[in-house]
């Protein structure tokens, strides 16, 4: 499969396009370089751009083709997000908007989506299925559930299919 990894230079990100490479997979990153690191993406297209350079990321886009996107560029600290909401519903919301218009102007139909368990707030029960309410506490979550109901509208209205990652603590290390 040929994969376009927005964000693949952060930290998750990273690991997706090492894990990717490793089962064969055509891996093409997509990313403006702000927090990511370009040591752990080596051996592979990279495309540096803002997903908010609309003109650019249409430009780099045009005409590709891709069999999926795994989607993990985002601003992502919490506190941050309380500071600066603007800033993170530019980035996160209007940034995957912008991803998903190209992905329908190429035809490109099949994204994962990294978001966050942060869209469920503070929890109502102890064990938190994925019907849990969603009543995100911060910019940050309310970024990320914006973007989940946004793709499920597009899911809706077109022929495209969305899948959301909810992680509560990412930790690892890849050798």
Known sequence: MKLLIPGGAGYIGSHMVSYAKESGHEV????DFSTGNKWAVEDCEILR????DQNKLSKLLKGRYFDGVIHFA????VHESIKKPKL??????????????EMLKNDVNNIVFSSTAAVFGNPVTDKIKENHPKNP?????????????????ICSANDFNATCLRYFNAAGAHE
Do not use: F, H, R, W
């Not at 093409?28 to 990313?31: P, R």
């Not at 985002?74 to 600290?77: G, L, P, Y």
């Not at 506490?137 to 509208?153: A, F, R």
């Open 88 to 101: 993170y519903y530019l980035n996160n919301v209007v940034g995957t908007l912008n991803l998903v218009n």
């Open 28 to 31: 093409v990153v997509l990313d």
């Open 49 to 52: 751009v803002n997903l908010l």
């Open 137 to 153: 506490i911060n910019p940050y979550g309310q970024s990320k559930l914006m973007v989940e109901n946004m793709l499920q509208d």
């Open 74 to 77: 985002a601003k992502s600290i």
